[in-house]
């Protein structure tokens, strides 16, 4: 019966009906927890499924917990730099953002960044522009200097060099940002 409802809930999710795909995977992610545990692949897969169909449906609150959860324990399975904490912290910023708590969605801006400044810097740039788009709500200047962990107990790695790259967007993004903001996708922001 589950592996059933699997494939269904993914048949609806492929099709674009995320509100069928969001009651499949969310009854998927109630009985994986109990019978294989909260930290089980398939749970965090089916968990990462209803933040995805979360997103599309615009269910920005009923996300962030979730995403909160998902991100935690994809940090510590994972690593912050693999793709799917990467994919988990873009939806909780989008979240964030459309909730209008800004300070928590830059700090994951900043240390999603962060972790992929080795291995991924366009997307990198994508989210530290991000960031700055949204520096009159919070500003990630201060964010860094200020001795807290950001999200998750994580510190910058790249403190410096991000900072560096912050303080160069603040030059190349308009004054009012008003208009970077408008132009933020769940991916971030492109900049020349």
């Known amino acids: 019966m ?3 409802m699997q494939v269904e809930a993914e048949a609806f999710l492929a099709a674009g009906e995320y509100s069928h795909a969001l009651a499949e995977f969310s009854v998927l992610r109630e009985i994986r927890s109990r019978r294989e545990g909260p930290y089980s692949v398939k749970y965090l897969s089916n968990l990462h499924d209803c933040v995805r169909c979360m997103s599309h449906l615009h269910l920005w609150a009923d996300a962030t917990p979730l995403c909160r959860e998902l991100h935690g324990k994809y940090v ?3 690593g912050p730099a693999q793709s799917d ?14 909730l209008h708590d800004y300070p928590p969605a830059v700090r994951l801006y900043l240390t999603t960044a962060d972790a992929l400044w080795d291995t991924d810097p366009q997307q990198a740039k994508r989210l ?12 990630p200047v201060r964010m860094m200097t200020a001795d807290t962990p950001l999200i998750d107990s994580a510190r910058l790695s790249h403190s410096h060099d991000v900072l560096v790259a912050i303080n160069r967007l603040i030059d190349e993004l308009p004054a009012d940002t008003a208009t970077a903001r408008a132009e933020v996708t769940i991916d971030g922001l492109i900049v020349a």
């Open 2 to 4: 589950i592996d059933e």
């Open 76 to 78: 510590r399975t994972h």
């Open 85 to 98: 904490t990467v994919d988990v912290a873009k939806h909780w910023a989008w979240a964030l953002l459309h």
């Open 128 to 139: 530290l522009a991000a960031a700055v788009a949204h520096r009159a709500e919070a500003d």
